[in-house]
């Protein structure tokens, strides 16, 4: 903990509110979002309170795993705009104080990115070492036992040129061989690009993929594999993933990052917290944020996340500021691995817990995954393992804007179907209802911009049991907040070892506890948290 800092980065003190483009909204009919609805709805943004809007990719793509495999990195894809189109969010985005961050896709390509094309037209073409290639093995077979992340092996046979190719996702995003000079300067300049166009940081997707085991060995077998987990779960990805020469590249992406004003890079890595905090790089000089989901994965478990909050903070190095996440659009909504009430208490937590926090497009609305019909996946991940439930659409659904038709979304066929509630549950009709889940965030998002203990004090964890989270957030010369959670449906208890404590609730997921003054015993139904400024 950093109580000599002073001047704190945007992305320190700020919000980030993470769009899924596809489903946010549609200005053309077409039944899918794009650049120009993002436009029409920054004012709404403004509003929320948030400080930075990321971005998942917009970049012309064939779509085999939606804008993941990159055709051309220095192009808009038709369907979300133009550049001209993006040039004019920079600048409204900016106009409004508010922040762009772009999703960077540097592990693979498509299959149709020309540099691919030109690897694989032959084995002498001069790129055909950016990406990773092998001859079979004696037998014939693969030249490892590497699994793919979307299912079945991570190997595909090229007949023309008599090799296989790595794909740690599907066979239409070849990865790139990062151990290539070339291929690093390359993307190195694409980094460069958008640098230059305003862009004022990326989120780098699977950053601890990039560089692989140089002997290619065997991952070895993993001894708690289920039947229900995905097949890429088999095996424990030991070498074809995190090694060591990973920190160089975040090193040099980091460089060129500082070589402009106050840019961010954020590395997505599903690590435990010991390997995790490794990206923060020698002398703090890796990613900003390396994404912690630890609030994603664990069990909703009050003695689990306690600990897990504590080990975190433990774990960070001295200059590593920390960061949260409760969804994305590869997990299960919030709303739909807690339940609605609990959501709040989660929205809580996420906003009052030391360090940057990420929100989920449609979090703010208390969205639930949708159900999609099996004849209506659209997700490779879901497609390639039908029989595991694993697909990634239902969290990806529109936006609920209204009770109009289609949610406000588009006026032509969505791309996803909507929740079926969407005419009770959308922002126009949460606006003006005080109670609310988008009123709960607006106030909750107001008061923690508004006081510096909440943005950027300490985190002093003070009690936790079967249901409870309770801790202090203070910072020297402002007022202290002490945060009560109840992350159970049951009633629970809390004493505190201070007699003399007593203080004002400014928050609570039940408003009717809001002003009321609390002392050092206080009762907390189930579902409930507080928010409490304490009296010196």
């Known amino acids: 903990m950093n109580q000599e800092q002073t001047n704190y980065e945007w992305w320190q003190e700020g919000i980030i509110y993470q769009i899924y483009p596809r489903s946010y ?50 192009g808009i894809h038709p369907l979300f705009g133009t550049l001209s189109d993006f040039d004019e969010l920079v600048n409204a985005v900016h106009n409004r104080g508010l922040k762009l961050i772009l999703d960077l896709v540097p592990n693979h390509t498509s299959d ?15 790129k055909r070492d950016w990406y990773i290639w092998h001859d079979s093995l004696p037998d014939g077979g693969v030249p490892n036992n590497w699994l793919s992340v979307f299912g079945g092996p991570a190997w595909e046979w090229d007949e023309a040129t008599g090799q296989y190719y790595y794909h740690a996702f599907l066979k239409e995003q070849p990865d790139l061989n990062w151990r290539n000079p070339e291929v690093q300067e390359a993307m190195l300049n694409v980094m460069r690009f958008w640098l230059e166009k305003g862009v004022d940081g990326f989120r780098v997707d699977v950053m601890w993929h990039m560089i692989k085991d140089k002997n290619l060995r065997d991952n070895p077998p993993n001894p708690n594999y289920q039947p229900y987990m995905a097949t890429y779960d088999q095996l424990l990805p030991v070498y074809s993933t995190d090694q060591s020469e990973v920190h160089e ?68 190095p001295e200059s590593g500021w920390p960061n949260w996440v409760l969804g994305n659009h590869d997990q299960a909504r919030i709303s739909s691995r807690v339940g609605k009430e609990q959501a709040r208490v989660a929205a809580l937590l996420l906003l009052t817990l030391r360090g940057t926090p990420t929100i989920y497009y449609g979090e703010e609305i208390g969205m639930r995954d949708v159900p999609i ?5 659209q997700d490779p991940q879901g497609l390639n393992m039908p029989d595991k439930n694993l697909s990634r659409d239902p ?60 943005m950027v004090g300490d985190y002093i964890p003070v009690y936790s049991d079967a249901q409870l989270i309770v801790y202090i957030r203070q910072l020297e ?19 505190a070892k201070d007699s003399s404590m007593h203080g004002v609730v ?10 009321n003054e609390v002392n050092d015993t206080i ?14």
């Open 373 to 377: 019909p099996f004849d209506e996946i």
């Open 112 to 126: 149709q990115h020309p540099w691919f094309l030109e690897s694989r037209s032959s084995r002498d073409n001069p």
């Open 523 to 536: 009762s907390l139904g189930g579902d409930e948290g507080i928010i409490v400024q304490l009296s010196e």
């Open 395 to 454: 969290a990806r659904t529109p936006m609920q804007w209204s009770r109009g038709l289609n949610a406000g979304f588009t006026e032509g066929k969505p791309w996803l179907r909507l929740a079926r509630d969407f005419s009770r549950e959308n922002v126009e009709r949460q606006q003006d209802d005080p109670y609310s889940v988008l009123s709960f965030y607006k106030r909750l998002i107001k008061l923690r911009q508004q006081e510096p203990a909440l």
């Open 25 to 74: 909204q549609d200005s053309n009919g077409d039944g899918i979002g794009d650049l120009q609805g993002i436009l029409k709805r920054l004012d709404y943004l403004k509003e929320l309170g948030i400080t930075a809007v990321w971005l998942s990719p917009i970049f012309p793509s064939p779509m085999a795993d939606f804008g993941y495999d990159i055709s051309d990195y220095q």
């Open 477 to 495: 010369g402002h007022p202290r907040f002490l945060i009560l959670l109840n992350l159970s449906h049951r009633p629970g208890y809390f004493k």
């Open 249 to 316: 590249l975040v090193l040099q992406m980091r460089q060129v990052l500082d070589g402009y004003d106050s840019r961010l890079l954020i590395g997505e890595i599903y690590l435990p917290i010991n390997q995790l905090v490794a990206y923060y790089g020698i002398d703090g000089k890796g990613a900003h944020l390396p994404f912690n989901f630890q609030l994603l994965l664990l069990p909703w478990d009050a003695r689990q996340i306690a600990a897990a909050i504590d080990q975190y903070e433990g774990a960070l």
């Open 506 to 515: 400014k928050i609570a997921t039940v408003p009717e506890w809001e002003g």
